[in-house]
């Protein structure tokens, strides 16, 4: 039973030492009355479905505890845990230590409970790093107290220590504020909220709040976190994500309002402006939160903060000139040094987003590093502390398995693995330098994210993933022997009840050119020989087509796929719709290439037999920033057909527009081309970007289509005076 090279637990311990012998997992634990209590108490809880647990005043009791004598600054989280035969004994310098024990001490019968002995070990342990963060929004979305304390026991059953709690923003102010009773009143409510991806632009038409936490409440959160040695740092947005706390007191911003709570997602340009009531709010609020929350960091926002109200507003552009800023980053930076030294005279310190680095970075501030790496970086070689938390890899809001058989996200591709491989010292870090490299953390922002159950599936398991990074002892070279650890915890999961994702089993798809039509080849992350399919709609099942490779796509069809192991479906059912035209498959150019983001798959993309999901816009769909797309296809033989069609979107609020035209051209030899139609804007918009075009009967070679770029985006529109996008998704002809 111990011949796999590898205890089954997460986060992976510093150092274990098998020895002879095992321990035998009684019926009842007898437990000595003279271990420090919170601690313990919360053990005999998560423990109870495993074991009874009972006092006992005896020395001589299974489970003891010795306190080392008092360990150098660093080792307040480590902790020895020795399993004998007789007895299980733990010794750490502080309760956190204790506490930290008790949940490797936890997994181990929590592993073994079946077998009914641990084996005899000794583990010596700590974190690599000092800040071990999960974050979460509960603006976009509110969760209760309830599920609040859930998602703390969540951190604290995998020994992450810190809790951000992200509770200002533009869609709500969640945080009761005894001397500005509106911000809740008023700020805790929206009209309505957005569904659905962020470019089809879909209201609810559903008010939403008021939802905030009493002080009262936040107390009580704050004590269940220090109970299991977590720290609540608790953020409030400035100057930026402030258009809740201002349809509150409109007073604060540049202009008069009104304001209202945002219904959409996004950054917007009312902002806090820098005056000195603003000032005098700001710091009575930070009183309260102050009094509230014990952590040595308060976090201040600081992100995403757009210099457009500032850049006209005359109190602003008069405090620049009066302080000699440079511009409005230079006011950026006022404004944060400004709140730096209020939190500083009262004995906190200030984090903040890396936007706070614009201008530069108050004397004593620490840096939350998001846009990428480079924000630590900085940080670190100017001395200042960092949490690293990039969204390519700590933003749990982006989908962990192709988007086709995930609910709907953010967008971005951060799966388990690619979690797991994340080193949070960068490595332009010298030895010096990466000791300010405090931790890492993961951001949960609810945007997409409606109920607790979703983000019980988000973080999990890549939650696990950041534990073990956080440890420290993750080793990316290794992924299967984690993910092997992953699937033993899902057991844990599935006994509390917990709705993780199975995304490690989901099958992605990929389409392939072939035989002048496409392929579609599935995989998956297990063994591709679990993989079943059928092609008539229907879920697949255990009688269903066991995949062998790539599946011919010879006409418009639905492909359903699912991952079966020990006869169990263990993953979710993939769906892929194809719509099969004369282009499918085919050879195709472009003379321009998509934006990088937008340009999975290449020019293919447009005739893979796969109409766009909004869902998916870095995948079936290609995006051109500023640039007309003109294709190419070569049919390969000279081809009849009638019509063509293609889509475009339309989101002004994300940059994307219309096509200002379109030609469609045809060739025998790729040189000469023929005009065969053209499309005007008006056209295009008639039909709301669902081009469906009669060519009359054509029989070519080659199809050209020439789709105009809308240019430079009008004024009175967001991104005024820059390029548009201009997305496409297939070309088809029939
Ligand atoms: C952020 O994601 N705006 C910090
Ligand atoms: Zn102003």
């Known amino acids: 039973m111990f011949a796999q090279n590898k205890l089954n637990l997460i986060p992976y311990p510093q150092n274990i030492k098998l020895n002879e012998g095992n321990f035998t997992i009684p019926n009842v634990l007898l437990v000595s009355s003279e271990l420090p209590k919170n601690e313990t108490d919360y053990f005999k809880k998560r423990i109870a479905s495993v074991l009874q647990s009972k ?3 005896n020395a001589d009791a299974q489970l003891v505890y010795s306190q080392l004598p008092k360990g150098a600054a660093g080792e307040e989280e480590f902790y020895i845990l020795e399993v004998s035969p007789k007895q299980i004994r733990i010794q750490s310098y502080t309760r956190q230590g204790y506490f930290l024990a008790l949940q490797t001490l936890s997994q181990l019968l929590e592993e ?15 974190p690599n790093f000092a800040w071990r963060g999960m974050h979460l929004d509960v603006c976009r979305h509110f969760f209760t107290v309830d599920e609040v304390k859930q998602y703390i026991d969540y951190l604290a059953m995998y020994k992450l220590n810190t809790f951000h709690w992200h509770l200002t923003d533009d869609q709500g102010w969640r945080i009761e504020i005894k001397k500005y009773p ?51 740092v608790p953020e409030i947005e400035m100057p930026g994500h402030a258009l809740a706390a201002l349809s509150a007191y409109p007073e604060l911003a540049c202009t008069k309002g009104p304001f209202e709570a945002a219904t959409k997602w996004g950054v917007f340009d009312d902002v806090f402006c820098p005056k000195d009531e603003t000032f005098t709010f700001l710091e009575n609020v930070l009183d309260e939160v102050i009094q509230l929350f014990p952590s040595q960091y308060i976090h201040i926002g600081g992100d995403e903060c757009p210099k457009t109200r500032w850049k006209e507003c005359a109190h602003c552009q008069d405090l620049i000139r009066k302080n000699n800023l440079k511009d409005e980053h230079g006011l950026q930076s006022y404004f944060i040094h400004r709140i730096e030294k209020y939190v500083n005279s009262k004995g906190r310190k200030i984090i903040g987003w890396d936007e706070i680095l614009e201008g530069g970075l108050a004397p004593n501030a620490a840096v939350m590093s998001w846009t990428g790496v480079n924000g630590g970086i900085e940080a670190a070689k100017s001395k ?13 809001d982006h989908y962990q398995g192709d988007p086709q058989s995930e609910p709907n996200a953010f967008g971005g591709f951060t799966p388990l693995d690619k979690v797991y491989s994340y080193n949070p010292v960068p490595s332009e870090l010298n030895a010096e330098q990466a000791k300010y490299i405090m931790g890492v953390q993961a951001n ?5 994210i409606l109920d607790f159950k979703q983000v019980q599936y988000m973080i999990f398991p890549r939650l696990m993933a950041l534990s073990e990074v956080g440890w420290g002892t993750s080793d990316p070279e290794n992924y299967k022997d984690f993910e092997n650890r992953v699937i033993t915890q899902f057991k844990v999961l599935d006994k509390m009840k917990i709705n993780y994702a199975k995304s490690i089993y989901n099958i992605s798809g990929k389409v392939i050119p072939a035989n002048n039509g496409i392929d579609y080849e599935l995989s998956t992350s297990q063994s591709s020989s679990g993989i079943r399919y059928t092609l008539d709609g229907t879920a697949p099942s255990l009688n269903s087509k066991i995949y062998q490779g790539p599946v011919p796509i010879p006409s418009s069809l639905t492909i359903k796929s699912a991952y079966f192991e020990d006869g169990q479906l263990k993953s979710a059912v993939s769906t892929q719709e194809f719509t099969i035209s004369k282009t499918t498959g085919k050879n195709i150019s472009l003379e321009q290439q998509p934006s990088e983001n937008y340009s999975f798959g290449g020019a293919f993309t447009l005739v893979d037999g796969i109409i766009g999901n909004t869902r998916q816009l870095g995948k079936t769909w290609l995006g051109f920033q500023g640039k007309d797309v003109i294709a190419t296809i070569d049919f390969g033989q000279k081809t009849v057909f009638s019509e063509v069609y293609f889509n475009t979107l339309e989101n002004k609020g994300s940059w994307i527009h219309l096509a200002k035209s379109a030609k469609i051209f045809v060739s025998d030899d790729n040189k000469n081309f023929k005009l065969i139609k053209e499309i005007s804007k008006e056209e295009i918009q008639n039909a709301k970007g669902k081009i469906r075009l009669n060519v009359g009967t054509q029989n070519a070679k080659y199809l050209k289509v020439n789709i105009e770029n809308a240019g430079i985006i009008p004024p009175g529109n967001p991104g005024a005076d820059s390029n548009a996008w201009l997305f496409v998704d297939e070309i088809g002809v029939n």
């Open 444 to 448: 949960l922002w609810t945007e997409y």
């Open 384 to 396: 200042h502390f960092a949490v690293m938390t990039p969204g390519a890899y700590c933003y749990f």
């Open 182 to 232: 509106k911000l809740t009143q008023i700020g805790s409510k929206r009209k309505e909220s957005m569904i659905g991806a962020y470019v089809d632009n879909t209201f609810d038409g559903k008010p939403y709040g008021p939802y905030f936490y009493t002080q009262q409440q936040i107390k009580e959160v704050v004590k269940y976190a220090q109970d299991r040695h977590i720290t609540v």
């Open 55 to 57: 006092d006992s005043k």
């Open 112 to 126: 073994y409970k079946d077998v009914k002995k641990i084996p005899a070990l000794k583990i010596e342990d700590q």
